[in-house]
């Protein structure tokens, strides 16, 4: 199923290395969740995520989960 991409203002992350090799990009969509992608392959799978879904994913980086 393709993602209906058009519209969207893709950020790169800005902690994307600067070679280039890893980075993601982040959009908002327009019911406030997220869709993010691989900058190397914008036209490849994009995962989504609701505003509760990145807001606990955001309060977790921020509390160290992932690290």
Known sequence: MDFPQAGLS???ASYSSAEGQN???VA???DGG???RDSKNPGGLV???TV???NAFVMGVKD???G
């Open 10 to 12: 893709w950020r790169k």
């Open 23 to 25: 980075c993601v990009e």
């Open 28 to 30: 908002t969509l327009p």
């Open 34 to 36: 997220r869709a993010v």
């Open 47 to 49: 995962l989504t995520f």
């Open 52 to 54: 509760a879904e990145w």
């Open 64 to 66: 160290g989960e992932f």
